[in-house]
């Protein structure tokens, strides 16, 4: 549609001046151009006939651009104009007026502008060149102020005919183009209408379809009124049993019960009063009683005026979704086992009091691990385990008071979260011990599981919080630091974390981490103890592991050996130490001294799947006979597993291998085990060796070991010999073999060997020392 294009209306215009240019130009310009003729006017005629014939060509030129034939009519009045100036005088000016005027009409105000002002241009021009005559009543003729004036006249009355016409014509093409915006929008509006007449009506149907139950209920604006319901879907029916019947002219809380979360309820009721949207999670009842959740959206719906007339409630049955994430709540935060909170959320409650501890408030945390617990797992299994996890935490949970956690953080660790001890750090750890002896003393109490009683005991660390820069972390570690203490006090037994353990823990994990590097960095080596016999000969030797760091300073076995155990770095430094032994035997053998070496291994290591097979391997790859190597085992080895670790005992001795008992006697083996095992030797621990002849007890003890391994027909190794009198005391009873000081010290490899030529070929200052 062009009605409303002002385009439209200018081509218009111009095909329709055009035309009547034509025809008045015919009905006009012959008659005068034969005037002009007759009368001598050669000029006048000359310039009618051009414009005539200019004008026909025009008209007739229908296919050239709008703007080339515009600008050709406007060059067709200028040509007239100046001519009729020229040879008709003054009033011709009315034909150059017609060019800006028709300019402002058909192309805008600017080309009316220029047109004007070319125009006027050329009236001054003509008439201060002598071409046309202007004049004004009491002026001189050819003046050239009576020229300015009459100029300037004509360019106001131009300019106020160009710049009304040409805002005529923007209002208009502005209507114009308001009118088809309106038409515009009035038409998308009709498609609109009847798009949206179909959506209602699909709509309608589509709701009552719906498997989200929607609810309408009409706004009653009075304050406590119910909002009855106008409308339930198919949905709605369906999941509550109602009729559309029973519920019509109802209020919604008919679907309230006695779960239904009040506070929520309360939230929407007050929602609905400031007339907002909301969103809710409630648990609602079916007609026979039976509660289900639901996730409702309810909005306010409101007319024209902007009244709220009705309430549009959309559910969603989440029943199943409220149970798994109930499911994986109690997953995610509270211990399956026991039904206590778990790590995650006791790190989050010991977050939360110790942040409050933060404004003077003491509390307290008590790691509590149950001491042997693993002996009742192996020895009634994991069933029981449990059930008397599960007492032990129900003892826990009577002894605190409400706004204190019980936590398991798996296996057989429990921790005790106190959440308010005072304001006084004294008194705080005073009830802190108070309550961990009371939990001691609970735990202690016999276990009745099944018909059948079990005793246990708990080792018990206690941390106080708070302490600056103290973290969640380092609250945790403070109170198990303190554990391992009571543990290492003989358990059953309750300590205070103090700023000194956390120091040795700290000394601890430096030795871990430089044990790790001392194997690469070749920090270990292997020393070597002879043992002899009766007349100090040698009979064997020890293999026994030393550490010399990069500084020179040393670091006792006695203390890095448990490092090793507890860290698992004791398997490398065992599969370390055999190589070592079968170097140590082929150099010995090479030197002519080739004896038996023992060599020290540890439960761990024992234990390790392809122990026998790397214990092959290094046999083959070093080339050491089996037969002359003795594993040093400990009672300890025994204790799990036994017939798996007798088994495997049997599979090396098969391999030529010898076992030795080390530190027998201090261990927790019964003396029936020994025959089945494949036993060579039993080492005698040097604490019964210390006090012998001298202490009736020990030498007692020692008297019985040797006895009994006559009996077996095992070989016996006394260690920490220092002495003479112990050396004579073991020579008069079993001459068994000897080992310690007062024979040789522990000493690398190329010293032993000097040690053995040195006896072997001894000097003659050396021979008279000994006769």
């Known amino acids: 549609m062009v009605f409303n294009d002002i385009a439209h209306w200018r081509t218009q215009i111009l095909a329709s001046l055009l035309s009547t240019t034509a025809m008045v130009g015919t009905a006009a310009a012959v008659p005068s151009i034969a005037l002009a003729l007759h009368e001598g006017l050669w000029a006048i005629a000359l310039v009618d006939t051009l414009a005539f014939v200019w004008v026909l060509v025009l008209w007739r030129a229908r296919g050239l651009p709008y703007a080339t034939r515009v600008c050709n009519l406007l060059a067709i009045l200028y040509f007239i104009g100046v001519a009729m100036m020229l040879t008709v005088g003054p009033i011709s000016q009315v034909y150059l007026l ?77 209507s114009l183009t308001d009118l088809r915006t309106f038409a515009d929008s009035l038409e998308e509006r009709q498609d609109e209408l009847q798009h949206l007449n179909g959506e209602l009506r699909l709509t309608a149907a589509a709701v009552s379809c719906l498997n989200e139950m929607v609810l309408i209920a009409r706004a009653v604006p009075i304050p406590g009124a119910e909002q009855p319901i106008v409308f339930a879907n198919d949905a709605v029916l369906r999941r509550t049993g109602y009729t559309r019947d029973e519920m019509l002219g109802k209020s919604m809380r008919m679907l309230h019960g006695p779960l239904t979360d009040q506070d929520e309820v309360a939230r929407v009721v007050q929602a609905m009063r400031d007339v907002r949207s909301i969103s809710a999670e409630l648990v609602n009842y079916t007609r026979d009683g039976q509660w289900y959740w639901v996730e409702m959206e309810l909005v306010p719906f409101a007319d024209e005026g902007g009244n709220n007339t009705h309430w549009v409630l959309v559910g969603r049955d989440v029943t199943e979704r409220r149970k798994a994430a109930d499911a994986i709540h109690q997953l995610a935060f509270y211990d399956v086992l026991t039904g206590l909170p778990n790590r995650r959320l006791l790190m989050d409650r ?9 404004a003077g408030h003491y509390a307290a945390v008590m790691f509590i691990d149950l001491d042997h617990f693993k002996y009742i797992n192996d020895a009634r299994g994991h069933a029981t385990g449990d059930m008397m996890l599960r007492a032990a935490a129900q003892r826990l949970s009577q002894l605190v008071h409400a706004n204190d956690t019980v936590a398991r953080l798996g296996g057989d660790e429990f921790v005790v979260l106190l959440a308010d001890l005072g304001t006084v750090e004294t008194a705080a750890t005073r009830r802190a011990l108070a309550m961990a002896e009371r939990v001691r003393a609970a735990l202690m109490q016999g276990f009745h599981i099944e018909g059948q009683a079990y005793q246990s005991s708990a080792s018990i660390g206690v941390a106080l919080l708070p302490r600056e820069g103290q973290t969640v972390d380092d609250l945790l570690r403070e109170a198990d630091i303190a554990m ?68 020179g300073t040393s670091v006792p ?88 670790t007798i088994a495997r005992m049997h599979e090396l001795a098969q391999l030529g291998i010898r076992f030795s008992i080390d530190d027998f006697g201090t261990g927790y083996s019964s003396l029936a085990y020994l025959k089945r095992m494949p036993l060579y030797e039993l080492k005698i621990d040097r604490s019964f060796i210390h006090d012998t002849p001298g202490d009736a007890n020990g030498t007692a003890i020692v008297q019985s070991i040797l006895a009994m391994a006559a009996h077996l027909g095992l070989r016996v190794v006394a260690e920490g010999v220092e002495t003479h009198d112990q050396a004579a005391f073991l020579a008069a009873h079993g001459s068994p073999g000897m080992q310690g000081y007062l024979f040789a010290r522990p000493m690398p490899l190329p010293e032993m060997l000097a040690l053995l030529e040195a006896q072997r070929h001894p000097s003659p200052a050396h021979a008279d020392a000994n006769s």
């Open 98 to 174: 017609a060019a800006p005027i028709l300019a402002a009409i058909l192309l805008g105000l600017w080309p009316a502008i220029g047109a004007l002002i070319i125009t006027s241009g050329t009236i001054i021009a003509l008439t201060l060149t002598g071409h046309a005559r202007l004049y004004v009543t009491g002026m001189p003729d050819y003046a050239p102020l009576p020229t300015l004036v009459v100029t300037l006249n004509y360019t106001c009355i131009g300019l106020l005919l160009t710049i009304t016409s040409s805002v005529l014509l923007q209002r208009l093409a502005r």
């Open 484 to 551: 391992y203490r009571a543990k290492a006090g003989g358990r059953n037994g309750v300590a205070l974390f103090e700023d000194t353990m956390r120091a040795e823990v700290e000394r601890r994990l430096t030795m871990e981490r430089d044990l790790s590097h001392a194997l690469q960095n070749g920090e270990l080596q292997m020393h070597v103890q002879l043992q002899v016999d009766q007349h100090a000969r040698p009979v064997g030797a020890e293999l026994l592991m030393r550490w010399r760091r990069a500084d």
């Open 350 to 358: 010991l977050q939360q009091v110790l942040d409050a501890a933060g």
């Open 557 to 644: 076995p006695d203390q890095f050996i448990p490092v090793a155990e507890a860290t698992g770095l004791i398997v490398q430094l065992g599969h370390f130490a055999l190589r070592q032994a079968c170097l140590a035997w082929l150099r010995l053998s090479a030197a002519g001294h080739a004896l038996p070496l023992s060599v020290n291994v540890s439960p761990s290591q024992f234990r390790q799947p392809d122990f026998v097979a790397q214990v092959r391997a290094t046999l083959a790859e070093t080339g050491a006979p089996a037969s002359q190597l003795i594993f040093e085992v400990t009672e300890g080895l025994l204790i799990d597993n036994l017939d798996d």
